[in-house]
Structure formats: structure tokens, C-alpha cells
């Protein structure tokens, strides 16, 4: 039985990627991969090194998790290396801690490697800080997906009327709704959100506005995109940096 690398891809910038994941990468003999993961690590393989590609759709999965895992298992079965490789962070929304216990259960030997979160990263690409002093103290990282078939709303919304900045993935969809509610729960129109589309690619796009006026700006935007909301997004005025470059 092999040993289960789970293990983060960074947000998309290929340089982004950690020395430990790119060492495992080259060491795979198998890599079972996810949409979020920039390919070009693929090509970093050792030759003769098995793909899957067990890819999810931003809202909808292609493949339910639970046959991931199986998946994942399975090739452990099989090969001495196997290297799961997710976007970001294997644990920022990255069910990587359900493919960990999985396989405990299975008793597979694992390790975890961080990957540079989009969550932070992306905003950073953007000239966003999450954090800023003077500005705010703290930043959430929150998921704008709702399971569509409860009626009640998961998201606690009265936690957020604090100053905190706060991160929004999975929520290009819902971008009209976590607007509305944010006001609702006495936010001003006027506060700051930006939208970054494709966050450390060559594509990157930052979208400006308010919480009155980004759903119109933003919404056609292409996946994958996160939502920073708060007084931070004005220092892209003195921080933007990489569109800048590449523009
Ligand atoms: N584990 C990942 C997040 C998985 S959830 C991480 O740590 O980054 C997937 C969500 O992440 C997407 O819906 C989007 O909101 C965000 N995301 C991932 N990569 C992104 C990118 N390059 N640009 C913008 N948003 C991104």
C-alpha cells in the first residue's frame, strides 16, 4: 500500500506552488487532480506518472465526493506514490480533511501540503490586503454557497455587521443575494467590494464597486472568482500591482 501526499496547488500562478508539493509532484506515480489545479504542474511529472481527473464544476460537483475518496483509495491500493492534488489549500473549502479520514478509516498512510490559498493570495494579486492597519483587525473566509434545498439561510449573516473584511468563495452566483443581505443587516450601500476573476493567471480581472452597484459590473464575470468585501478593497487605489503588469 502507498502513501496519500494530499496536497495543495496554490491559486493558479504556477510559481505559486510550495518546494514540498513540487517535490512530490515529481515523485508521483499517480496524480489525481481537480479542475482549481493550474495543469502546466502536470507537466512536471515524472514520465510513465498516471493522471485522474476527478474535476469539479465552481457550483455543481461532476463527481460526488464520496467516489473521490474511493478514488483516491484505490489508487493507494495500487502505487507507492500518489499525490492529491487540490487548488489552494487542501483545507479551505477543499474537503481535503474528508479524504484524510477516509482513508485513515482504510488505514492509509497520509500527509497533508499546504497550498497558498486563493482566499488570500488572489486579493494580494489584486492589491487588496486583507488585513490593513488602521483599516481593520481581522478577515473571514467565507463560502457564498447555499444549499438550495433548505429554506432557511446556513450563512450566520448577523455575525458579519462587524468591520471585518470578508472573503466570499464559491459565491459568483450568489453575488445579488450576499449583496442584499449585507445590507439588510445595516450595511451601507456604499461599502467597498471587489471581484477578482481568475486570480494570479494572465487572465486576472478586478471588478470594483459597491454593494449597490457590483452585481451589475460583476456578474458576467468568468469562474473561478472571489468577493472581498470591506474598506481594504480602496487601497487597490495604491496597491494595485499585477494587472497593472500584465495590462
Ligand atoms: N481550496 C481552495 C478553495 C476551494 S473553493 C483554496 O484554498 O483556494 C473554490 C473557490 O475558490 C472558487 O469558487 C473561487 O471563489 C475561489 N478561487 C479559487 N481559485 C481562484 C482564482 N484563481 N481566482 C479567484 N477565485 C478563486
Not at 151 to 173: A, C, R, V
Request: proline letters at 5%.
Amino acid at each position: 500500500m502507498g502513501k496519500v501526499y494530499l496536497t495543495g496547488a496554490g491559486p493558479g500562478d504556477i510559481d505559486l506552488l510550495t518546494i514540498k508539493a513540487l517535490r512530490v509532484i515529481r515523485e508521483a506515480d499517480v496524480i489525481i487532480y481537480d479542475r482549481l489545479a493550474n495543469p502546466e504542474i502536470l507537466k512536471e511529472a515524472k514520465d510513465g506518472c498516471e493522471f485522474v481527473y476527478v474535476g469539479k464544476a465552481d457550483s455543481h460537483h461532476t463527481l460526488p465526493q464520496e467516489e473521490i475518496n474511493e478514488v483516491i483509495y484505490q489508487n493507494a491500493l495500487k502505487h507507492d506514490v500518489v499525490v492529491r492534488l487540490k487548488g489552494g489549500d487542501p483545507f479551505v473549502f477543499g474537503r481535503g480533511g474528508e479524504e484524510g479520514i477516509y482513508l485513515r478509516e482504510r488505514g492509509v498512510k497520509f500527509e497533508f501540503i499546504p497550498g497558498i490559498t486563493s482566499a488570500i493570495a488572489v486579493p494580494e494579486y489584486a492589491g487588496i490586503p486583507v488585513t490593513h492597519r488602521g483599516v481593520t483587525v481581522s478577515f473571514r473566509v467565507v463560502t457564498g454557497h447555499e444549499s438550495k434545498n433548505k429554506d432557511h439561510s446556513q450563512i450566520p449573516w448577523e455575525n458579519y455587521k462587524t468591520d471585518d473584511t470578508i472573503i466570499f468563495l464559491m459565491g459568483l452566483h450568489r453575488l445579488a443575494h450576499i449583496c442584499h443581505m449585507l445590507i439588510k443587516i445595516g450595511k451601507s450601500k456604499d461599502y467597498p467590494v471587489a471581484v477578482i476573476s481568475k486570480g494570479t493567471t494572465p487572465e486576472e480581472k478586478t471588478v470594483i464597486g459597491t454593494l449597490e452597484t457590483i452585481y451589475e459590473k460583476a456578474k458576467d464575470l468568468p469562474t473561478p472568482a472571489l468577493i472581498v468585501v470591506g474598506e481594504v478593497v480602496n487601497l487597490r487605489e495604491q496597491l494595485n500591482w499585477f494587472e497593472q503588469e500584465n495590462a
